[in-house]
């Protein structure tokens, strides 16, 4: 399937980014570390590749910002080629139906978390890549700069740190399923290894680069290398579909219409098989923790090009 | 859009029926009522029809069974045009991610369903129907019978009744949201015709023309009638995703990959946007309620066909 | 074990009872019916009576008011004495932990109400006093004019009406607990009959009264009836004291340190075994639904009287 | 309130444990640390202290035992005597409601555990010790040498270190509770604390003896001193009452009658405020974690002897 050329969506996107700068902006920067406290709120970047490498760039797109649980996806995607289908045994694939950071559903159902991309998820699959790799913090960059290509990608310490100094909920996480036995490795090893994923710095352009391999069967398609299957490509994306926004995913289904992945960070990820990626960055966060005016960007966008999924 | 022409679907779903009959079934028939407890266990047809009205049939596609929650599908979109977005007020639309029938969350969230594919979900949709519509039973059949141009649909007023003798859940669920407010008409009124949509017969042939719409951004592809907006279309395919299949939408997301909705008697709905509908029938459930060999047929086919829409 | 002759009951009520007066009430008149959302909010009625016969009153203690869910430890006294131990297999003795309407706890422990005051937990007490009895209304109505010697109560039949045109969480509950098996007779029949017991309407006179028998292992100590055996009327108390207020059971325990019962009209029960029995009422209540006064006073007077029971 | 002189706790006693010990016991030895699962299950003592010091003993009554959670008890004693009321800012006096270990209560009520009983409650206690005391370990075994006159206590430093290797769920907790802010202290050194006070070691006569200031207004009636004030022992009592059996506080209350504290070890203490403490040790324990035969003991001493409180 090849992208539709007929639509310009350099016209449809810089009429969007133009509308989107006029609105007022809602919500609040995340602020529980300082680092992501101080970003400028007015940041505002969007950049989409389509899968025969058209490119749109608009606004602060190449600034490097936090992309935090966006890196989710790219530790799910290295723990499915290292450990394949056996993962699933650790973490489910379903809707999580309440916040991000709910020990609730953790403990009902004894130390399985929901899907990979919760924070308790994204944790076992951390202990999964700890239980792969050498060296886990440099192996895991090094596949990351591998599939975008970009030497230039780095985890950002000073993040990481604060991260670490304030991931007391993060580590009842790790604790509660350790206590049911699903965690192998280290619990400060596991939360370090985490905590540094989580720093990734990314620009837009980057983002949409690294991840348009979800949009061509697991192939990117510029260079031809095979990330991971087809079949696996789906799958993430289909997880991306139903738990990417935590208790906001039908919510982004419903008026957006794509696979995404949000970060606290104000960026967004989201994928149209067979046709682009696109990447949206703006800091302040609706209540449920996903970019606002991200979001509306994305709504627009699949509105007035008519590439929902659905 | 068009569908792949290259793809031969007869010989796939032969193949793939062939070898789903083969397989032992797994789990139980659905036995609440007597009515659907004494459902002939081996039944089993298929049905897929492409937008551009090719046709492939299998097994027991013709003959009619109780489509259950399926019709929760038709009674959103007719609510969707009489009510338009004010609907989404009343009911939500992100994943329960609890069994199908929980007061849990009806109680946390103050009365507002979900989705409007739980039962408490439907109630809702059921009562604004009744609010609009002079005869609702009647009005709701001759649309139905409209959108799928098929005089014969009927309710089974048998086991519409069995199902109100041995409804106190859903009784419960409905004076639950009627004490926070949701509920505008007579409970058992609403409840009656809850049932009554519940208890609607259709074969494979007829689920999978009724729903081609939305293969089709809400125009039927072979009369040209408008059944809803593309824009809604989409919502509704978007809402099955993520809320079609109860505690196991996201097994079916990743391992379907299209937006579908199952009900207890054993029938499934899927839909590829921009190529076909499929219905597939087996009575025997597994422990979420959703057809056991239904679902394996179509993880068979849209691995097959490479057609999941991620 | 006598009451302590020593204590000046007299006195130190009327000093608790002027202080009471002066101080700011808090709180809310239930109003959920116009019934119960009319009354005066300064009524103010306390009447203490010891198992030795002496009584002590203060203000508005004779005026009678809707006893409301104090009349279920009347029911669960009745309905003790008829099905006896096999009762237990039906309601349990732990406190709910959570606001007395939840249905949250009935599902998870599948239709077993926690306790007998828990709305759900009387409830099922209703359905068995209906099964036992041949006429429940009027057959209650004797029992308990019998235990008070008192021929004059009688229930409210507008309150009961007005009840049960807003009971929808009841509602819910019973239909819940149907769904499982927990309830034998028709719904609305054991509606009914519950709430005509909530509507009995007693004066703190009469309630003190009423109530000596849980004071004295079981027997009036006035007329040496025996209204229940001593091991009954022991857990009849350790019921109320674990059970009697709710999710603030703890904090009446904690305050007052008494078997109690409170009821949404306003009005308080508590016993002092081998003591005495105390009703208080003022109809302000709490957030938790308690009355806000009432538990002052009993808080003030166990605590100078050095007679809380721990 | 002087003991009833005229009954025979000897024979009474005698008669009980003589029975005790013929019944099959129920249940298992609790296992999560080698140190307690290697205990003997046929351990059986009971001691009994009146307040004027009669004492009655039975079975390995002088032999040491992990006294575990009892010591939560001490640990609420110490804390309101440093603390006082302000406390309560920090836990709350109501029963859980749910399985002692549950994260779940805690997490919706924003980090302020249910009662100090709890272990989220108890480690909060411990965060208040620690801000407290110098030398936390050493000043509270001190102060329970001190309250039981007996230089003879300790803890147990293999059963602490094994407790902590396997205490991830106590982690999870104060992860949880630090995280809203409700810990003050080190996590990892509120934790070795922790797990030292559940390690102390006391004989069921060791443990009659030094809670009997429970059941004598907070005075030590051997010594005359005073341990607390009587106000503060009469809400201790309250809270054992409601809180001290986890979600079996209601079973206890209504076969037993009296306050009392369990702990994993298989030991109960139970106060008869003005008249005895009686402590038991039986290690099998029932589903809830509680001593099965301690339990059946304690429920027909206090029928027999007609001492339930109630």
């Known amino acids: 399937m090849k992208p539709d050329k007929l639509i310009d969506y350099q016209q449809i996107l810089s009429k969007i980014t133009a509308d989107c700068r006029q609105i007022d902006d809602i919500g609040n920067v995340a602020s529980y570390i300082p680092e992501l406290g101080n970003i400028d709120p007015n940041k505002f970047g969007v950049h989409l590749t389509t899968i025969d490498n058209q490119n749109f760039s608009f606004g602060d797109s190449t600034e490097k910002f936090s992309i935090q649980s966006i890196s989710k996806v790219l530790a799910l995607t290295l723990a499915l080629k290292l450990e394949g289908g056996n993962l ?5 694939v379903e809707p999580s139906g309440t916040a991000f950071n709910s020990l609730v559903q ?4 004894h130390g399985i978390p929901r899907n ?13 890549l700890i239980s792969h790799l050498k060296k886990p913090k440099y192996d895991f960059l090094e596949f990351t700069r591998n599939i975008s290509e970009n030497p230039n990608l780095n985890y950002c310490s000073r993040i990481a740190e604060s991260e670490k100094l304030a991931g007391f909920r993060n580590a009842a996480h790790i604790n509660l399923m350790k206590s049911y036995g699903n965690i192998n490795n280290d619990i400060n090893i596991v939360l370090d290894f985490y905590f540094n994923l989580c720093s ?4 837009c352009q980057e983002l949409a680069h690294t991840f348009l391999f979800l949009a061509s069967n697991g192939i990117n398609p510029i ?3 095979q990330i991971i299957s087809s079949r696996r490509s789906k799958r993430i994306n289909a997880i991306m579909q139903l738990c990417g926004f935590y208790d906001e995913a ?3 289904s419903f008026k957006v219409g794509l696979p995404g992945k949000s970060g606290v960070g104000g960026g967004i990820i989201a994928i149209h098989p067979g046709k682009y990626s696109i990447a949206v960055w703006s ?14 960007i994305l709504g627009s966008f699949t509105t007035k090009t008519r590439s929902s999924i659905f």
């Not at 990734?200 to 620009?203: D, F, G, I, T």
């Open 88 to 92: 699933w045994r650790r973490v489910g």
């Open 200 to 203: 990734l710095e990314m620009s």
């Open 283 to 296: 800091p302040k966060l609706n209540k449920k923790g996903n970019s606002y005016k991200g979001m509306k």
């Open 116 to 128: 990979p991309f919760i924070n308790a998820g994204a944790l076992v699959i951390c202990d999964i």
């Open 250 to 252: 039908g919510e982004f």
């Open 223 to 225: 260079t031809n290398q």
């Open 106 to 109: 953790l403990e009902y159902e």
